[in-house]
């Protein structure tokens, strides 16, 4: 099965860590005017991702070899050859039901497709449209078996083994912050929902008018609403004015997360989170890890914000 050119996942990755791992200046992504990179040792090397693609690739070869029960048996060990160290291999239909899992054998047979971080992304329901297309990554916090259970933040590799099911890994950063507290989350929430309620007062055009404006009464202190409809054309992005009007429905963060359509995904359920790595127009436009809040308005379009990690030391 074809994936990602592993060059171009090193070049991505390099990217993604100079962003989290120091106050660099890079290439700001979809569409922004390219910085400045610095030397600076990264908290983990490109290589490893390479790893962890080429770990889910040999599970998928393994399970199209040995089928299905056989590999689902083996991938639920616990202390089977498909865990090693902070990389095993779990497993989903797609209808969200896990069907292996070596550290949650309780999951077995029970459908996650609503299960939620402590952010409160729908995880296993973004790893599921990861996987449909045939490969994809997505960010979420789950505890490490590695590092005693601790919840850290998570790079993770979905990929689909047939029409009926998919496999997926992921790399632990313990290095990168992403606790949201429950008052920065109610704020955003809150923020998004008021944006709403003034579009639904005072029309579409109306509302957009007000969020396109840098100096407009929804720009309040570095935050801003953006807004899509669902084919993913931009409809607000204040920082950004020059890709109004354009379909964004494939872009991707550095990394790789297709995190417009991610929120596309989020959206048609009414509302909900998302991670992903985006220019902070409060840093200069730096991009930086953020999660964002989107909200439906009229089942044509929708609008969110969001809100910054802190850059790790």
Do not use: C
Request: cysteine-free.
């Amino acid at each position: 099965m074809l994936v990602l050119d592993m060059n171009s996942k090193n070049i991505l990755l390099a990217i993604f860590f100079f962003l989290v791992g120091a106050a660099l200046l890079v290439p700001a992504a979809l569409g922004e005017a390219e910085g400045e990179e610095e030397e600076n040792p990264a908290p983990i090397a490109p290589e490893k991702v390479d790893e962890l693609v080429a770990f889910v690739q040999s599970a998928v070869a393994f399970a199209q070899e040995k089928g299905r029960e056989a590999a689902l048996e083996e991938f639920s060990k616990k202390n089977g050859s498909f865990v090693r160290g902070e990389l095993y291999i779990y497993a989903y239909d797609f209808n969200g039901t896990n069907i292996a899992h070596p550290f949650k054998p309780d999951w077995i047979g029970e459908s996650k497709i609503n299960e939620t971080d402590s952010n409160g992304v729908l995880y296993i329901r973004n790893l599921v449209n990861a996987a449909r297309p045939g490969y994809g990554f997505t960010y979420f916090i789950f505890p490490n078996p590695a590092d005693g259970g601790r919840d850290e933040f998570k790079i993770g590799y979905a990929m689909k083994v047939d029409d009926g099911w998919w496999l997926g890994s992921g790399l632990y950063l313990p290095e990168v912050s992403a606790s949201f507290d429950q008052e920065e989350r109610d704020g955003l929430v809150a923020y998004v929902e008021e944006a709403k309620s003034f579009a639904l007062a005072n029309g579409r055009e109306g509302g957009l008018a007000v969020y396109n404006d840098p100096s407009g009464s929804f720009t309040r202190d570095g935050s801003y609403i953006f807004a899509y409809d669902y084919d993913g054309v931009t409809l607000a992005l204040p920082h950004q004015p020059e890709l109004l009007g354009s379909s964004r429905i494939e872009a991707s963060d550095p990394i790789g997360v297709r995190f417009i359509r991610e929120a596309i995904e989020t959206a048609s359920l009414g509302r909900g989170y998302i991670y992903y790595i985006y220019p902070d127009s409060s840093r200069g436009m730096r991009p930086a890890l953020k999660l964002s809040y989107v909200s439906d308005v009229d089942g044509s379009w929708f609008l969110g914000s969001g809100i910054y990690a802190e850059v790790p030391v």
